[in-house]
């Protein structure tokens, strides 16, 4: 496994090269990209052998995200999104939606994940997106805000209101009814394609609800958001990594009052805090990443607390990152300033930090 790990990694190396910055400042990741990844099953590395995937663990899944996180938060996020997306097929869908959307995700198909409303951001209790039962099809009509790979993918799967519960719908991109409309200048992740998606009165055939349906709104949430938080974390590490590189190289290279940066002890201090950074947020996702392998008891506050310390250290480090680089760092589409932009997301995206340090203290209470 560690081989195909090592091999993934070499070929999005390959792949990317130094094109992420003009990715960056263009705002669009090239679809060849993402389909040349898609099919390789690259963005999906967890889902099963048995479905076409890869087969990963989360350990493997982990350390594969944050080298993408080092090269390119946009890609990174595109392939959060389709994990993501994998993940709630194979947890909520029935054998036979598994079989089929499975192994179309793990060979090129791009999908995303629509949770956030205009009314509905941390509090997903508030989704007004519904759908319902007509005959032997669905309904569905609402407003999703900032999805994120809604403008690479061919399926959107949509949170919905379904009576007194709630439903995830697989929602093709060209179904009627369904319009797309990119978010224009995001401030970090700039080419991942977050956009808008408008369902109007879109009628679709009933096997396009996850599992039939009704289930209890927060189990969809908590399911999608699980994978989505584990992942962010890696991606963060991959923040940090970039930026104690991009850091050190500088520190050693720039020379000032006849020495090396590193040298002096106030820069030589950023590059110890940056590199700790790396080094905490690496080892809370690597706990993680093992609760997850072996369905720990404390699974769910070990991928909250990864994301909270991943997503707080990157805009940490990103921004020591900056001071250290100075002027060198501030060019639009450096490594550094799109770290110090995409770490910022990583503080709000699948679950706020605020909202982070609640769901942790509501652990550490009900261990008392």
């Not at 993408?68 to 990174?76: K, N």
């Not at 791009?110 to 997106?129: H, I, K, N, Q, Y």
């Not at 910022?344 to 009900?366: F, P, T």
């Amino acid at each position: 496994m560690r081989e195909t790990v090592a091999a993934a990694t070499a070929a999005v190396t390959e792949l990317v090269g130094d094109r992420a910055a003009d990715w960056d400042r263009a705002g669009r990741l090239p679809d060849d990209v993402v389909r040349k990844l898609g099919a390789a099953g690259l963005l999906t590395g967890q889902v099963p052998e048995e479905y076409g995937g890869l087969g990963w663990t989360s350990a493997d899944g982990g350390e594969f995200t944050a080298h993408v996180g080092s090269l390119c938060g946009s890609l990174r996020s595109v392939l959060t999104s389709q994990g993501m997306a994998a993940w709630t097929v194979e947890r909520l869908g029935d054998p036979a939606q598994a079989a089929e959307l499975l192994p179309r995700l793990a060979s090129g198909d791009t999908a995303a994940m629509a949770f956030s409303e205009p009314r509905a951001g941390s509090d997903l209790s508030a989704v007004a997106t519904t759908v319902t039962v007509d005959g032997d099809t669905v309904l569905l009509t609402g407003d999703k805000k900032w999805v994120t790979a809604a403008d690479h993918a061919d399926l959107i799967l949509v949170v919905a209101r379904m009576g007194d519960g709630g439903a995830v719908v697989v929602v093709p991109r060209n179904a009627p009814g369904v319009r797309v409309s990119r978010v224009a200048d995001p401030l970090g992740c700039r080419a991942a394609g977050h956009a808008e998606v408008r369902l109007d009165g879109v009628r679709l055939p009933l096997d396009s609800l996850l599992g039939g349906g009704r289930q209890p709104l927060p189990l969809l949430v908590t399911t999608a958001l699980a994978y989505g938080r584990i992942s962010v974390a890696w991606g963060c590490v991959g923040i940090l990594r970039a930026c104690v590189k991009a850091a050190v190289e500088h520190a050693l290279s720039r020379e000032q009052f006849g020495r090396p940066l590193a040298q002096h002890q106030l820069v030589a201090r950023h590059l110890a805090e940056l590199w700790t950074a790396e080094q905490v947020a690496t080892r809370v996702c690597e706990y993680a990443s093992r609760c997850w392998d072996e369905h720990a008891a404390d699974l769910a506050a070990a991928v909250v607390l990864a994301k909270y310390v991943g997503a707080e250290y990157a805009v940490k480090g990103a921004a020591a990152a900056v001071q250290v680089l100075a002027s060198a760092g501030v060019r639009d589409g450096h490594v550094v300033a799109r770290a110090y932009r995409d770490a910022k997301l990583m503080e709000i995206i699948e679950g706020s930090n605020e909202m982070c340090q609640l769901m942790l203290a509501d652990h550490v209470l009900g261990r008392q």
